[in-house]
């Protein structure tokens, strides 16, 4: 059995008064095994962040259904979901998502001080993954004193510290310049190299270069996907630039 | 066209940002408000001819300061806010092609607007609340029109002046925030993290020791006359020591809070803590403006409620008999008790002329002088005008001789003294020695007394009273019948008393005190220059219910007031924070907070930072109270354990209101976080 399933998820968004209603994501069916690094591309308007709140719990699918684990994401009821969410996902967002009003550290923490874990067993944790993380140092600082890259790092460590069955990724490298992004790349390929699954929305052709599946949706549907296998980064890159050449000029793939 | 662009940007500013401006515009119209009122009261004759109206219009001044310097502080403090969440706006406008002098012109239309519509709301508010108020005056007290509000021009001007300088200083520091600032900061002012402050041990310290100064003062005063100069000294101590303690101490309590990893890693605690700690510096301000709010609000009903409930007991401290003659003159002479004899006789005549009996009296006399007691002996020669600075005002006292003949008849007791000795008691905490002197007359103290002589003589003094009782009362008085004071006049003075109840009704009782006030002015022995009047019981009560019911309504009306503003600042805090946190409660509901704990971490923050101030409030209430005691004393009140009561009704009263006001506050600010 495959850890997340995905099978004819609809999505409809309806105008307030009645009126027209768009329709983001038309059919979606894909599944990922576990320990698989997955991408999903696609242009702005393609759906993919939409796919993307539905596989997290954060919004409802309209049809379909999300079996995480064997779990049915969408029968959970709503006072259950944040549970939910917190044990057996993990989030990392464009723009990082960390509180001001807390240091590194206690960010880090706050998935697990919302799972009532014991002082102790959340500094053994931190402990263990801050130096893989390279943030050991920053522990003490507060988000706007340290630089983009850094401030990703601690919400992938965020993400990690629950020991989640998938990570779910939202353009990581969005906001980071190219050399943080690079690391961070680098980052997830060593976390999926570790075992962790891990689902990553992106434009950025170099993200998703470092994925082992690419799946490209457009318009609604998964139009598309290709497998890295045995090629290099490099190879996977033109691969991906090629699909998505294809793609912009509206032609068929075979 | 172009010249009425700015005030129209300005217009649709404060109309889009109504959420944030309704509150603050309603808390200054206030405020104005309540400058207006009690600078009328303050400074205006509306409360005079009644015993402590000095004493109240000068606490009605002293909170016309109070107002000022707060309502400064508090529109300060809300303003800043204001503009901190219109900076991106501003930079909007920069990148569009303003530069700082259009900006400005924005902000000063702005601020014209807010002034005009508040100043012209709170003056009409004042003005209204007054009207108001002289109604329920008439209702409450029953007596027309005892307080007669009329609309005071040089109140009006007192208020526009101030607010008006304060809108100006308010403006100066908007443009300045704007002015120096970059056009690109502008733009992301307000998702620039801002870093939790450090936690200040010097001012926190400064706030613990004026507090504790401010308590001490409070607690050490012994004599209401020194109290009113030392309380003004104390308040202002405290409302500092508050702001101080309430800023730097909670930055303070929260770091070490967060020290303590125990309490402070627990999901009710992790996210509550933290954003206290992150924003209590300005959090410290609004809770400090709260506290001092709720203690103005506990002090005034406290104190009025306990004058006004208590005002049987202190008619009759003042009045103790249904009739009280008196007849009191400054200086000696040997005709004094042929005269008390012939008052005496002369009254018993009238009330039996009436056809009525005295069913029971009290007949004595006494002479007082008063001086400056230091080291077992009362210093009459001392001038008070040069030494003003240096005295202890706890130590000036008045001595009272009475003779050992009326002191058995009013004791009942049985005892003798020899020419030069004495029985001593002193109200008030003056230490008795074995000997004691008085000017140039030394007596060597027999026995210390400890009878309340307060209930036995009904004299209500401010100062301190030492009562000697000798042998030869006038023969000891004679000895300073050449004594003057400092204006040439005598000191030494002669009080002659007679109180007595009859079998007669409340008519009768004023019908018969009008036939002896009469007989005790025309008729009498040729004493010239002495005061002699008599007073009932019956016809005082009228004036002190009229004057303690006035107090009490006043209380009730500022309180009212006081307790709007209160309120409008908790809202006003909740609304703004709650926007300030919307963003990261989204964030935790996407890490995996679940909506009962996000409610419940709300509650748990704003359970600390809103008990806050109403423990502060009651903690210096409780400080504050043996001093109101004493200035209460000014009324002639005298009844502690009323007066506890009344404070720990008005406290839970207060306590109640608050945690109404906060259950509804905080469930704006859960609609608004998510």
């Not at chain 2, 009859?502 to 009008?514: H, S, V």
Request: contains cysteine; glycine residues 8%.
């Amino acid at each position: 059995m495959s850890l997340l399933e995905v099978s004819g998820v609809k999505k409809i968004y309806k105008a307030r008064r009645g009126g027209t209603s768009v329709q983001a994501l038309k059919n979606v069916s894909f599944t990922v095994e576990k320990g698989e690094y997955v991408a999903i591309m696609g242009e702005s308007g393609s759906g993919k962040t939409t796919l993307l709140n539905i596989l997290a719990a954060l919004d409802k699918a309209t049809e379909g259904s999300v079996i995480l684990d064997g779990m049915n994401i969408g029968t959970i009821r709503e006072a259950a979901m944040a549970k939910f969410r917190r044990d057996n996902l993990g989030y990392v967002f464009q723009e990082f998502n960390l509180l001001d009003t807390f240091t590194i550290e206690d960010n880090i923490y706050l998935p697990l001080v919302l799972a009532g874990k014991k002082n102790e067993e959340m500094r053994a944790k931190l402990d263990l993954l801050a130096p893989k993380l390279g943030i050991s140092d920053l522990l003490k600082k507060y988000p706007y004193e340290v630089s983009g890259g850094q401030k990703q790092r601690a919400a992938v460590a965020r993400a990690l510290i629950t020991d989640p069955k998938i990570i779910l990724a939202d353009e990581p490298t969005g906001a980071l310049d190219s050399k943080s992004s690079d690391e961070l790349l680098e980052l997830f390929s060593e976390v999926n190299g570790m075992g962790q699954t891990i689902l990553m929305v992106t434009h950025s052709t170099k993200a998703a270069s470092h994925a082992s599946r690419v799946m490209f949706i457009k318009d609604g549907i998964i139009f598309h996907q290709i497998y890295k296998g045995d090629s290099t980064d490099t190879q996977m890159y033109q691969k991906i630039s090629d699909t998505l050449n294809l793609l912009a000029q509206g032609g068929e793939l075979k | 066209m172009r010249s009425g662009l700015y005030p129209k940007i300005a217009a649709d500013g404060i109309r889009k940002n109504g959420r944030l401006y309704i509150p603050y515009i309603a808390t200054s119209t206030l405020m104005i408000a309540v400058f207006y009122i009690m600078h009328m009261l303050g400074f205006t004759d509306i409360l005079t001819n009644f015993a402590g109206s000095g004493t109240a219009k000068d606490m009605m001044i002293f909170g016309t300061y109070i107002m000022a310097i707060f309502g400064t502080i508090f529109l300060f403090y809300t303003q800043s806010a204001l503009v901190k969440g219109r900076l991106k706006e501003f930079g909007l406008y920069s990148v569009l092609g303003m530069n700082r002098k259009d900006i400005g012109k924005i902000i000063f239309y702005e601020t014209v607007i807010t002034w005009a519509v508040s100043m012209a709301g709170g003056l009409l508010a004042g003005i209204g609340l007054s009207k108001l108020a002289e109604l329920g005056f008439a209702k409450m007290i029953d007596v027309k029109a005892s307080y007669d509000f009329y609309l005071s021009a040089s109140s009006v001007c007192a208020t526009i002046l101030v607010y008006s300088f304060i809108f100006f200083l308010i403006f100066l520091n908007a443009y300045r925030q704007v002015r120096f600032a970059d056009t690109i900061n502008l733009i992301s002012a307000d998702k620039a993290g801002e870093k939790p402050p450090r936690a200040n041990w010097f001012a926190g310290l400064t706030g613990f020791a004026l507090l504790t100064a401010g308590y001490v003062i409070a607690l050490k005063i012994e004599q209401p006359l020194a109290a009113l100069m030392w309380f003004f000294i104390a308040v202002i101590l405290v409302i500092i020591g508050t702001y101080l303690v309430l800023i730097s101490g909670s930055v303070l309590m929260c770091r070490l809070l967060q020290k303590n990893r125990r309490f402070y890693y627990k999901t009710n605690h992790f996210v509550s803590v933290s954003s206290m700690a992150c924003r209590m510096k300005r959090n410290g301000a609004s809770l400090a403006s709260i506290c001092i709010l709720i203690t103005m609000i506990l002090v005034m009903i406290s104190s009025t409620s306990a004058l006004y409930i208590n005002r049987e007991q202190t008619l009759s401290n003042h009045y103790p008999r249904q009739l009280n003659a008196v007849a009191m003159r400054y200086g000696y002479d040997s005709g004094y008790k042929e005269a008390g004899e012939t008052f005496e006789e002369g009254i018993n005549d009238l009330v039996s002329k009436y056809g009525a009996s005295i069913t029971d009296s009290v007949i004595y006399y006494d002479y007082t002088i008063s001086g400056y007691y230091n080291d077992y002996k009362l210093d009459i020669d001392i001038n008070p005008m040069e030494n003003i600075t240096t005295l202890d005002y706890d130590n000036v006292a008045t001595v009272m001789f009475i003779g050992i003949d009326k002191y058995d008849e009013l004791t009942g007791e049985d005892k003798s003294l020899e020419d030069g000795e004495a029985i001593v008691s002193s109200s008030g905490k003056l230490p008795i020695g074995t000997t004691i002197a008085v000017g140039d007359s030394v007596f060597s103290v027999k026995e210390r007394s400890d009878r309340d002589f307060d209930k036995l003589c009904p004299d209500i003094s401010l100062v301190s009273t030492i009562v000697i009782v000798v042998k030869d009362v006038d023969g000891v008085a004679s000895g300073f019948a050449d004594r003057m004071d400092v204006t040439g006049n005598p000191m030494i003075c002669w009080n002659w008393k007679y109180c007595f109840d009859t079998d007669l009704n409340a008519e009768g009782q004023i019908e018969l005190n009008g036939i002896i006030g009469h007989y005790m002015n025309q008729e009498l022995p040729n004493l010239a220059h002495s005061t002699r009047y008599c007073a009932s019981h019956e016809e005082q009560r009228n004036d002190f219910y009229k004057t303690f019911g006035g107090l009490f309504f006043l209380g009730i009306l500022l309180s009212v007031i006081f307790l709007i503003s209160c309120v409008l600042i908790i809202y006003y805090k909740q609304i703004s924070e709650g926007f300030e946190d919307q963003s990261g409660f989204g964030i935790m509901q996407k890490v995996g907070m679940t909506r009962p704990e996000i409610k419940k971490s709300i509650n748990s923050q704003m359970l600390m930072v809103f008990f806050i101030p109403i423990a502060f409030a009651c903690l210096h209430l409780a400080f504050v109270l043996p001093i109101i005691h004493k200035l209460l004393m000014l009324f002639g009140h005298n009844n502690m354990p009323l007066l506890i009561t009344c404070a720990g009704v008005s406290a839970l009263i207060c306590g109640i209101f608050y945690a109404v006001t906060y259950k509804f506050t905080s469930n704006a600010y859960l609609r608004i976080v998510s």
